[in-house]
């Protein structure tokens, strides 16, 4: 028999098995993520889909433990075969930048308002690669090329507020892919920019990523960005994953009633004249989930058995999933 026969298949980077985490006060216990199972390849460009509050940023956030004390983390968490949750303080430091990366929402908070671009970028990468800072300073140059930012040896002396919005986020992926990072999370990087702008770093990732050879895990409540940047699709709700499949795969025939829905209620072209369908009602508190399918009260669909027990993920061919008695 051959060698490449008797290969086994290559770990995932990321792999999340029963992650659940739970925010506890003295007065309430909030469940934001209950039970999620995903796994990441190394290259591949995954974007979790979801209204707000369904828990995608709170995944991401568990992925490199940067929840608040008060959140109670449960199951396992892996990247590039290290147990996240068994990490210690120092450890932590060095896994972050140099493993994984994050991209925020918001640069003007993520970005230290009192230090120029440049310095930001350099100290990042010598704390990691223990390089001088003239090395780094010149490191940062090259990365600020990379994200085409214009006049880049000029803007290494810009503070925060005097770059535009979508300046500052080709800074805030600069810093982020300043140690190489082997996984990109991006938790709804292009939220604040103008049209025109959001498609320019969208594209702008989806080169990077294929040049570095990144995996990358993007947050959204956008469709169309998830087309844009994305190879698979993982669509939350009330903290769950209700499906999960190819990009192209789910866009074009959804298995679950919720990401139907929420493609029924896009704009395109092609709607002109048409009424818009709605998804009826709203999220579920997650201080107190319905018993069953969390959809279910907003569910064209449901029947009184959706209500008794939460539907188990089945699986549709290779690369399909919907958590759906339908299905």
């Keep these: 028999m051959s060698a490449a026969l008797n290969m086994e298949p290559a770990a995932p980077l ?35 889909l979801g209204e ?10 568990a992925l490199m433990k940067l929840l608040p004390k008060k ?28 493993t994984v990366a994050m991209i925020f929402q918001e ?14 970028i350099a100290e990042t990468v010598c704390r990691h690669e223990g390089i001088s800072r003239s090395a780094g300073m010149a490191r940062a140059l090259e990365l600020l090329e990379l994200v ?48 025109t702008v959001q498609i320019q770093v969208l594209l702008l990732l989806r080169e990077l990523q294929e040049k570095l050879g990144m995996g990358v895990i993007f947050v959204t409540h956008d469709l169309g ?17 209700v ?5 192209r795969a789910v866009m074009k025939r959804p298995l679950h009633p919720y990401p139907q829905g929420l493609l029924g209620a896009t704009v395109h072209a092609g709607l002109r004249g048409q009424r818009l369908t709605t998804i ?4 579920p508190s997650l201080e107190n989930l319905p018993p069953g399918c969390a959809f279910a009260p907003r569910c064209s669909l449901a029947e009184p058995a959706c209500t008794v027990a939460v539907p188990e993920a089945r699986r549709v061919g290779a690369d399909r999933m919907a958590r759906c008695i339908k299905v």
């Design 52 to 61: 707000s509050g369904s828990g995608k940023s709170v995944t991401l956030r």
């Design 107 to 120: 640069p003007m908070t993520a970005l230290d308002p009192v230090f120029t671009i440049g310095t930001q």
């Design 280 to 283: 009826p009602g709203a999220p």
């Design 14 to 48: 990321v792999k999340l098995r029963d992650l659940t985490v739970r925010f506890v006060s003295r007065d309430s216990s909030v469940s934001a993520v209950n039970g999620v199972d995903l796994d990441l390849a190394a290259g591949e460009s995954l974007c979790i």
């Design 148 to 195: 085409q930012i214009p006049s880049a040896k000029r803007r290494l002396a810009a503070y925060p507020h005097e770059l535009s919005g979508g300046l500052r986020q080709r800074a805030m992926i600069a810093v982020a892919l300043a140690c190489r990072p082997k996984l990109l999370l991006a938790d709804e990087p292009t939220t604040a920019l103008d049209a």
């Design 243 to 247: 499906e999960e499949g190819p990009v």
């Design 225 to 241: 960005v998830a087309g844009e940047i994305a190879d698979r699709v993982a669509v939350m709700y009330a903290g769950r994953v």
């Design 71 to 98: 959140a109670v983390v449960e199951g396992g968490i892996e990247v590039a075969g290290n147990n996240v949750q068994a990490m210690n303080e120092s450890q932590l430091q060095d896994f972050r930048g140099s």
